[in-house]
């Protein structure tokens, strides 16, 4: 998977993350969903330091800051 599509992929996931208001519509807005899928790249960027994994795991992260 490109690190575009993974981006992609990762704020799609976090779209579905079960926030609910009262008329049952999801209330997960763009911007928090980006700040979530962000959050979690950089913990695995912490982790991938020093590895094969850590430039995918960059990448990732600049095309999530382009969405």
Do not use: G, R
């Not at 008329?23 to 590895?51: S, W």
């Amino acid at each position: 998977m490109t690190p575009k599509e993974k981006a992609e992929s990762l704020l799609a996931l976090m779209y579905d993350v079960d926030f609910w208001d009262d008329e049952d519509q999801p209330t997960m807005q763009h911007h928090h969903a980006k700040k979530c899928a962000l959050i979690a790249v950089d913990e695995l960027i912490l982790d991938a330091y020093n590895n094969y994994y850590y430039n995918y795991w960059q990448e990732v992260k600049q095309e999530i800051e382009k969405l």
